[in-house]
């Protein structure tokens, strides 16, 4: 049999998908029945859209409880790093784009936090693999769809 794959999180994020899994297993998936119940109520079947939409519903339902239930069985907590000279889980750091001038901060997640748009990136991703064990001063090159894209790491916090 082949090795799960695992999920980097942090308690917090094991614990919200906990949460949202419960809200599903009793909240929602009480309320879809109740949609089927009702679409059954309108009699046949074979040309009842609600009833096939109500259906769908619940399939997606299902579907999002087995994703939630995969990330739960395979999590993998990560802790902050201990060590705060050089970029780890839970630092946030403050890059200098060396080309475009501008200042960065990213905090570094696991893969299942991460939102770049929230300036949360992985440890997994191309600029976060890099970063890792990094200090301050140094020079991070990062393969982009763009080009090459260098950085320098000017400041780190935990």
Same mark, same amino acid.
């Given at each position: 049999m082949a090795k799960e794959a695992r999920y980097k999180m942090s308690e917090e994020r094991l614990q919200e998908l906990k949460d949202e899994l419960h809200f599903l297993q009793? =909240?929602?998936?009480k309320e879809v029945a109740q949609q089927i119940k009702e679409a059954r109520s309108f009699g046949d079947l074979t040309e009842n859209s609600e009833y !096939? !939409?109500?259906k769908t519903e619940? @399939? /997606?339902?299902? +579907?999002k409880i087995a994703e939630i239930k995969n990330l739960i069985e395979n999590a993998e907590i =990560? /802790?902050?790093s201990e060590k705060t000279d050089v970029v780890?889980? @839970? +630092? /946030? #750091?403050?890059l200098l784009d060396v080309e475009?001038?501008?200042? #960065?901060?990213?905090e570094i997640v696991g893969s299942q936090e991460a939102d770049p748009a929230m300036q949360r990136i992985s440890d997994d991703s191309p600029l976060g /693999?890099?970063?890792m064990d990094k200090k301050v001063g140094d020079i991070i090159k990062v393969d982009a769809p763009i080009g090459e894209v260098e950085f320098k790491l000017l400041k780190i916090e935990y």
């Open positions: 009793t =909240v929602r998936e !096939d !939409d109500a619940q @399939g /997606k339902l299902y +579907s =990560v /802790k902050a780890g889980m @839970g +630092s /946030k #750091i403050t475009m001038k501008e200042n #960065i901060t990213y /693999k890099n970063l």
